[in-house]
């Protein structure tokens, strides 16, 4: 992680995204902007809450996987705070699920990472004035697509699930009875129509609900 000094009255920005090269490029090329800051960075979700708390950024523009909190997990543990930080998401995944998630968790801006950093840029200067910052294609996409029909516990224990966790080691790690685990993965994979939890990860991931 590294920070610079914002300058007078530049949007201070906290970017968070686990790839190193990409975050750093991103971070140079925002502070060529006069009116933005990078005042710090972070490769996770939970460094990033850490950060918000110590910079009180303007804005926040993460990413949505990553190690240690996802950036959708950030966005729900930042709503949780009396931190006024507005969320940008910058992603790959042009995903309906994942965008009705960060609509429905208050993000006001979606991007996805194949655009010009000039529209980053802009993004963050409209999301600093109040105004939303997402591709209206996506959005439309996104209210026409089915509801996601896990709850976030179910996401918690599915998400462990799928890189290979026992339900020992998940119920572990939540705090919760290795019973009430197995009942969890019962109850997705009926929901999601699928054979096992490794399939019902993937219908999930497809779907941007995981």
């Known amino acids: 992680?590294?920070?610079?000094?914002?300058?007078?009255?530049?949007?201070?920005?906290?970017?968070?995204?686990?790839?190193?090269?990409?975050?750093?490029?991103?971070?140079?090329?925002?502070?060529?902007?006069?009116?933005?800051?990078?005042?710090?960075?972070?490769?996770?979700?939970?460094?990033?809450?850490?950060?918000?708390?110590?910079?009180?950024?303007?804005?926040?523009?993460?990413?949505?996987?990553?190690?240690?909190?996802t950036g959708?997990?950030?966005?729900?543990?930042?709503?949780?705070?009396?931190?006024?930080?507005?969320?940008?998401?910058?992603?790959?995944?042009?995903?309906?699920?994942?965008?009705?998630?960060?609509?429905?968790?208050?993000?006001?801006?979606?991007?996805?990472?194949?655009?010009?950093?000039?529209?980053?840029?802009?993004?963050?200067?409209r999301v600093h004035a109040g105004q939303c910052a997402i591709d209206p294609g996506l959005a439309t996409e996104a209210w026409a697509a089915p509801p996601n029909p896990l709850t976030e516990r179910e996401r918690q224990v599915l998400r462990r699930a799928s890189v290979g966790r026992s339900s020992s080691e998940i119920a572990t790690e939540l705090n919760l009875a290795e019973g009430t685990v197995r009942n969890y993965l019962s109850e997705i994979i009926s929901k999601l129509g699928a054979p096992n939890r490794i399939k019902a990860a993937q219908v999930a991931r497809k779907h941007g609900w995981l």
């Open 72 to 125: 959708l997990e950030l966005v729900e543990d930042l709503k949780q705070t009396t931190l006024k930080a507005r969320v940008i998401i910058l992603t790959t995944f042009a995903r309906p699920g994942y965008l009705r998630r960060a609509l429905d968790a208050g993000v006001r801006g979606y991007l996805l990472k194949d655009r010009p950093a000039s529209e980053l840029a802009e993004a963050i200067r």
């Open 1 to 69: 992680m590294s920070m610079s000094e914002p300058t007078s009255n530049a949007i201070r920005v906290l970017l968070v995204e686990d790839q190193t090269m990409l975050r750093g490029a991103l971070a140079e090329l925002m502070n060529l902007e006069r009116d933005i800051s990078i005042i710090a960075q972070a490769n996770n979700g939970r460094d990033a809450l850490q950060l918000a708390w110590q910079h009180i950024p303007d804005i926040i523009v993460t990413d949505i996987e990553m190690p240690d909190r």
